[in-house]
């Protein structure tokens, strides 16, 4: 939920807090995906399309687009659930690339899907 200190001096919010919550998302599915550590290393085509208000719930929806030896492109759709129960409108999208790292943070092959 965007809260009274995410907001800039227009009183919306932040873009980077937005972006901030996508990265999240895009690191979760990454991972789940990696089946382990992923680092971002690209934010392509950012689109802001609305802005987000206090109150508002952000909700961010992942799509593994592409996947190769160490990386992976994930397309993340944040939508607004306006003042918490309102309707939902798009605010913004992007394609995050992230890559599967090791303990050391050396990038690793992203398993195969069987």
Not at 3 to 13: E, F, Q, V, Y
Not at 45 to 70: E, N, Q, W
């Amino acid at each position: 939920m965007a809260m009274p200190a995410d907001t800039n001096a227009s009183g919306d919010i932040f873009g980077g807090w937005v972006l901030s919550q996508m990265d999240l998302a895009g690191g979760i599915a990454a991972g789940q995906r990696a089946q382990g550590r992923v680092v971002t290393i690209a934010v392509d085509k950012m689109k802001f399309i609305r802005p987000v208000h206090v109150g508002d719930v952000l909700c961010v929806y992942a799509d593994i687009v592409r996947v190769g030896t160490s990386s992976m492109e994930i397309k993340l759709a944040a939508w607004a659930l306006r003042h918490r129960y309102g309707h939902r409108e798009k605010v913004t999208e992007a394609i995050f690339t992230m890559v599967a790292v090791d303990d050391s943070g050396k990038p690793r092959p992203v398993p195969r899907v069987v």
